[in-house]
């Protein structure tokens, strides 16, 4: 299987992350120029090892972003998959289950859109949701219609599914790579206010937006155990500040572009009577 790339916010194998101790800024970065210029580089390197990857045809990525609200998941998307030829890449966004999702397993809904070989496949929220939301508001329990088995262990269970479903992926040549934006309270509550006095920014605002922020320590519990529970080598998780916006992307950046430049990729190859015919063909073109 192939494993994701080291990195100084890979959150580690061994269940010692801690949110307490997971910076939400960078010490010292470069400035907003420099970020930009960087961000631009690794981009076009992207877009290129995309290309590679769609032609060699025989692994495919999946990152998964979760954060809380603000944290700035589209933006981050955007800017890092802005140079990929959309043919290449598919960004699905989950929100509340529909009915029918409800009528199969938690994992059902996110497996139909997995991405095919060749593929950068994007999730904006995900399974993770049932572990985190589920898990904080515990009576969306109530709707999923599970059996009358004990749910005392259902957490435990679930990270158990996801563990073994990555594996799945993994040992198929789909690549996890998971996002934590890893935002402060204090920058959330900055970032709600501009949505709440810029009126071009108003349609990002919920009325369910303060009722999250309240639950917060909740919800970074949630985080830990689930960051710790299913960090492993072939899906890792990585705990990326959000407080600053433009590192935060170029660090999303660097973690796709070191992980493309990991995998064995080649361009097909042809055989020598492929490759004849070709001769042949372009002689022919040649001579009109």
Request: aromatic fraction near 10%; glycine fraction near 4%; proline fraction near 7%.
């Amino acid at each position: 299987m192939i494993e994701g790339i080291d990195h100084e916010y890979r959150v580690p194998f061994d269940g010692s992350f801690s949110v307490a101790g997971s910076p939400t800024a960078p010490d010292d970065p470069p400035g907003r120029k420099e970020l930009e210029k960087e961000l631009k580089r690794r981009v076009k390197a992207i877009s290129k090892l995309q290309r590679k990857l769609y032609a060699d045809n025989r692994f495919s990525v999946l990152m998964v972003f979760q954060a809380m609200d603000a944290a700035g998941k589209d933006g981050t998307i955007r800017a890092v998959m802005s140079g990929v030829n959309p043919a290449g890449c598919v960004v699905h966004s989950f929100k509340a289950p529909s009915k029918e999702e409800l009528e199969h397993d938690f994992l059902w809904r996110t497996s139909c859109d997995l991405p095919e070989r060749g593929i950068l496949g994007v999730f904006n929220r995900s399974y993770y949701e049932e572990v985190l939301a589920v898990k904080v508001r515990p009576n969306y329990l109530a709707a999923q219609m599970l059996p009358p088995f004990d749910q005392s262990g259902i957490w435990q269970q679930r990270y158990q599914s996801i563990v073994d479903q990555e594996a799945h992926l993994a040992r198929n040549g789909t690549v996890v790579l998971k996002f934590w934006l890893n935002v402060s309270a204090e920058e959330q509550k900055r970032r709600f206010l501009e949505r709440l006095t810029n009126p071009e920014k108003y349609w990002k605002f919920s009325k369910t937006d303060l009722s999250e922020r309240q639950k917060w320590p909740e919800y970074m519990d949630a985080y830990e155990s689930a960051l710790n529970a299913t960090s492993r080598p072939h899906a890792p998780w990585y705990a990326i500040p959000a407080d600053n916006k433009p590192w935060m992307r170029v660090a999303v950046a660097r973690v796709l572009q070191g992980t493309l430049e990991s995998l064995p990729l080649a361009f097909p190859e042809k055989s020598s009577e492929e490759i004849q015919l070709f001769n042949e063909h372009k002689q022919k073109l040649m001579q009109e």
